[in-house]
């Protein structure tokens, strides 16, 4: 019988053990991932971890509030923005608002945009290069070529100010949702190759000038990497975690234990 993420959805809006097992071992290893970007001075199974499962098994946390059958991607899209709210905000060195930034790079192509908004999401050139499908060097020469048209339009610059200020422009990027902004399923289905040639091109054009699809898209990027060979944590590993968030240990049957 195959278990299905809006099951454990139901499951754990329930608080049913089987629920939480299942979100453990298969999404515990995204919770990593992220921490290990986004707050990279918090040890994989530190304090952080610890914080943000206990706040994700509240009654209100909305991860798992939405019971609309949907793919596991828009889950874990959820679940990419419940770990970062959770994170402590730290405050800029150098402000730059993201009107600053739109109106900087406004001649630059959409794949030009998100290589650079990559930067914000604490993503080498190397690392765009993968998910963005382009040569390293490509990147970095798109990369540089941002800097600049940002340095264009600040009194103030330093070569990282996109990067250093990214939690702050992705937070501003999110809640700038308009009208006409785009659902992830489009997205997503751009990414599989599903869309078709006029679909693309009408949410191209939308995109290159909404940063918050821009953000969005670049976090459905991020979705589909956080999934891509993703292993479940073993028994073993994932008991601690379920005794902090006191669910029981799911009991193996006798003869599984003789085995080993």
């Known amino acids: 019988m195959i278990y299905t993420c809006y099951e454990m959805i139901r499951d754990c809006r329930?608080?049913?053990?089987?629920?939480?097992?299942?979100?453990?071992?298969?999404?515990?290893?995204?919770?990593?991932?992220?921490?290990?970007?986004?707050?990279p001075g918090s040890a994989a199974g530190g304090a952080a971890l610890e914080r943000?499962?206990?706040?994700?098994?509240?009654?209100d946390s909305p991860l798992f509030q939405h019971l609309d059958p949907a793919p596991e991607r828009w889950f874990v899209a959820g679940l990419r923005?419940?770990?970062l709210g959770q994170l402590e905000s730290t405050a800029a060195v150098m402000e730059i608002d993201l009107a600053t930034v739109a109106a900087a790079l406004e001649p630059l192509t959409l794949v030009e945009k998100q290589t650079a908004w990559l930067e914000?999401?604490?993503?080498?050139?190397?690392?765009?290069?993968?998910?963005?499908?382009?040569?390293p060097a490509t990147a970095e020469k798109i990369r540089e070529k941002a800097a600049e048209l940002v340095r264009g339009k600040v009194d103030a610059w330093r070569r990282t100010m996109l990067a250093d200020n990214?939690?702050?422009?992705?937070?501003?990027?999110?809640?700038?949702?308009?009208?006409?902004?785009?659902?992830?399923?489009i997205f997503l289905d751009v990414l599989d190759g599903r869309a078709t040639w006029r679909g693309r091109e009408e949410m191209e054009q939308h995109v290159t000038r909404c940063w918050h699809c821009i953000d969005h898209f670049c976090r459905m990027v991020e979705v589909v990497e956080l999934l891509r060979g993703a292993q479940p944590l073993g028994g073993q590993e994932a008991e601690p975690f379920l005794k902090l968030?006191?669910?029981p240990?799911?009991?193996r049957p006798v003869w599984k234990r003789w085995v080993g």
């Open 52 to 59: 943000i499962l206990v706040a994700l098994r509240k009654p």
């Open 245 to 247: 968030l006191g669910i």
């Open 14 to 39: 329930a608080d049913r053990a089987e629920g939480w097992r299942y979100f453990v071992a298969n999404y515990v290893p995204a919770i990593r991932k992220l921490l290990a970007r986004y707050s």
């Open 166 to 185: 990214g939690a702050a422009l992705g937070r501003e990027a999110a809640a700038a949702r308009g009208a006409e902004c785009l659902a992830a399923k």
């Open 120 to 135: 914000t999401m604490a993503y080498t050139p190397q690392e765009t290069a993968v998910l963005l499908r382009m040569a």
């Open 81 to 83: 923005q419940s770990v």
């Open 249 to 251: 240990a799911e009991k």
